[in-house]
């Protein structure tokens, strides 16, 4: 072939290219699937990674009502796991991928809502923050949104072209979306509302009506197309048909999650989160919020129908309780595609008016594609973006990397015990599912023991330490902005100097000797937890450190302590004191409460600060045990210098 037929050839095929389309796809693959592995996985990634985890080892998911969520999701997981390795890439592939693959469904409405604003309506899906930042997680949220678009596409061309695509465009857009999440009842209901506007408001303002062909399918194709998606839907929930409860779990999980919706669960958030995020982030959404009110009037039947739609899962979202920001990727839409079709509208029949406003849809559209690109690139995981939901701190990546670099260069470490002691641990089981011999315990209290790892949340190392009896070295970080916030690590000392010596600090197990005459504090026991009477038991100790369980709790509960001396101070100064409890406990300094953590709670500390002149002060402290466990410890900061148990010689048993 001669260079000048390659030539023609070449044209020819560039010539037949949808650049357009091309770039508007190039553009939001690029802002989705570039650096996947940037920010840390937040707590329900770590959720589901762990389930595709199961299902390498089990060899299908067993669905639980319980968790509501559907199965779909957890074998793409486990796809994209066997396929690249287990890492965030590979968690978060399925979601990036579909949605690249919503944006090319929002671009082939053209023949629904014109050309123009389908195209304009992709390119803004493309950059919204939103739908960038949510497409970039491990989560459910992606792949409904992509398979609602798919039911919308198929809706819109069974109106028009009647064909055998567009059903199964239904169908399948249908089985994914209940194979994905069980607030498809919630976008099923909003679609039947839209169905509904649209009806009765037809008959005062007709839309106008798109060209509309004969039917170009017949009974068997209907047939063909629900029963493949029933099966869809049923082998995937019974788990390749080897379990078939989960069926019945379809229909459990509406009561479960009902519940959860409701009450919120330490999620309920008020009626105007979701505008709050609007304002905040997608300002072209909020612009097309507004403007839905143009379908009022006549205008292209999918047009009004996505008008209506877009209004009522709005307010359906808004109205429930519990509130998660991802739910914002079904709300975005609609609106943008509104705001696509007025803006391609004015541009169309007000030249002046249209190039104004495609400005500034462009100028806008270019600052939240600066602020899409600000919230996964520059700065992934600031807690404080509302968009940033139950997010892990950067630091437990480079424990992560720590521990992998460890094992690589001795991979005995993979099988060492290793006890995780956290009220929420997610992501750490995903994160460190390598460990063979781990345990999970939701508290210090009920996990406290020697191991040659241990996870501790901050706030409750208080009865960890007191019952090690091995040396450690320690990390603490910040692990994330809720529930407790920060992470202590140990790594038994023996097994690890040889990686850790002069890197990290080192804890020594507390040494408790025998107090000397007028050492330490007088510890007296109550058998009441209101300090009433007179003690069943009176002894001299050297450091308020204990802790118990039900086998060796110090005397039956409830019952009360009380521990009295006098302590000196060696400089003038600010002083903070820590008090830990399971249960309640307080201290006072001169007869002046310093710290309060009276109540029946499980373990937690509480501190609180004291000017106090040189010299010696008379302490006192006093705890209570309603029953369970059981722990009370305290210590000190000095002025200028870091926390510590106070030494032994600042104490003396109060002279009375």
């Known amino acids: 072939m001669s260079f000048r037929k390659i030539n023609e050839t070449l044209q020819r095929a560039f010539s037949r290219i949808n650049w357009p389309m091309v770039i508007i796809l190039s553009l939001g693959a690029l802002l989705r699937l570039l650096f996947l592995d940037l920010k840390p996985p937040h707590s329900d990634e770590g959720v589901d990674g762990s389930f595709a985890n199961q299902i390498a080892s089990a060899g299908f998911f067993e669905y639980d009502p319980k968790n509501f969520h559907g199965p779909l999701h957890y074998y793409l997981l486990f796809f994209f796991r066997l396929f690249l390795g287990e890492s965030l890439g590979s968690l978060r592939m399925s979601s990036a991928l579909f949605g690249v693959a919503s944006i090319f469904i929002v671009l082939r409405l053209a023949p629904f809502i014109g050309r123009r604003a389908a195209y304009l309506g992709g390119l803004l899906f493309a950059v919204s923050p939103g739908l960038v930042f949510f497409s970039r997680s491990g989560i459910h949220e992606s792949g409904f949104l992509f398979f609602s678009l798919l039911a919308f596409y198929g809706y819109f061309r069974l109106r028009q072209l009647k064909d055998k695509p567009a059903l199964w465009g239904v169908g399948l857009g249908a089985a994914g979306m209940i194979l ?31 060209v509309r062909a004969g039917l170009k399918f017949n009974g068997r194709d209907i047939l063909v197309v629900s029963l493949t998606s029933f099966f869809l839907i049923v082998l995937f929930y019974s788990a390749f048909f080897l ?28 009626f105007v989160y979701f505008f709050r995020l609007f304002w905040e982030y997608e300002w072209l959404s909020l612009i097309g919020l507004v403007l839905v009110f143009r379908v009022f009037w006549p205008v292209p039947r999918p047009v009004r129908f996505l008008g209506f739609y877009g209004l009522f899962i709005f307010l359906a979202y808004s109205l429930i309780p519990y509130k998660t920001p991802w739910c914002i990727m079904q709300m975005i839409w609609p609106p943008l595609v509104i705001l696509a079709y007025v803006v391609s509208e004015i541009s169309h029949h007000y030249r002046k008016i249209g190039w104004f406003a495609v400005l500034s849809v462009f100028l806008i559209g270019s600052l939240e594609t600066a602020k899409a690109v600000q919230l996964n690139f520059v700065d992934p995981s600031n807690p404080k973006e509302p968009y940033n939901y139950v997010q892990t701190m950067r630091p437990i990546m480079d424990v992560h990397a720590r521990i992998r670099d460890m094992i690589q260069k001795d991979p005995r470490i993979k099988y060492v015990p290793v006890v995780v002691m956290m009220e929420n641990s997610w992501p750490v089981p995903w994160l460190f599912s390598f460990f063979t011999n781990a345990g999970y315990y939701g508290s210090a209290m009920k996990g406290r023991r020697d191991a040659a790892i241990l996870f501790c949340d901050s706030a409750e190392r208080g009865p960890l330490e007191v019952v090690l009896k091995e040396k450690y070295f320690y990390e603490q970080i910040l692990f994330r902005e809720f529930y407790g916030g920060e992470l202590r690590i140990y790594y038994q000392y023996d097994l690890f100097k040889d990686f850790l010596e002069d890197e990290l600090p080192v804890f020594e197990p507390l040494e408790i000797p025998l107090p000397g005459p007028g050492e330490g504090y007088i ?134």
Request: net charge neutral; glycine share 10%.
């Open 180 to 210: 994905m999440k069980e607030v498809y009842i919630i976008h099923l209901f909003c679609f039947f509302c839209a169905f509904l506007a649209m009806f009765f408001w037809g008959k005062i303002s007709p839309t106008k009506q798109n």
């Open 243 to 270: 379990h078939w409860k989960g069926i019945i779990g379809i229909f459990q999980s509406f009561f479960e999650w009902t519940k959860t919706g409701v009450e919120g669960k330490g999620h309920g958030k008020p």
């Open 523 to 656: 510890q007296r026991i109550y058998d009441n937890a209101e300090w009433q009477g007179k003690p069943v038991f009176e002894r001299n100790v050297l450091r308020i450190q204990q802790s118990w369980d039900n086998r060796d709790r110090p005397w039956p509960a409830p019952f009360g302590m009380i521990f009295e001396s006098e302590i000196y101070v060696p400089e003038e100064g600010e002083y903070e004191f820590f008090l830990a409890s399971d249960d309640g406990s307080d201290l006072e300094i001169a007869k002046e409460k310093v710290v309060d953590n009276l109540g029946a709670h499980p373990e937690r500390i509480v501190s609180g600060e004291k000017f106090l002149k040189k010299g010696w002060h008379p302490l006192k402290i006093r705890y209570n045990d309603i029953g369970g466990g059981g722990m009370i410890r305290y210590w000190w900061k000095p002025p200028g210098k870091k926390e510590e148990d106070l030494p032994v010689e600042y104490t003396r048993v109060r002279e009375v």
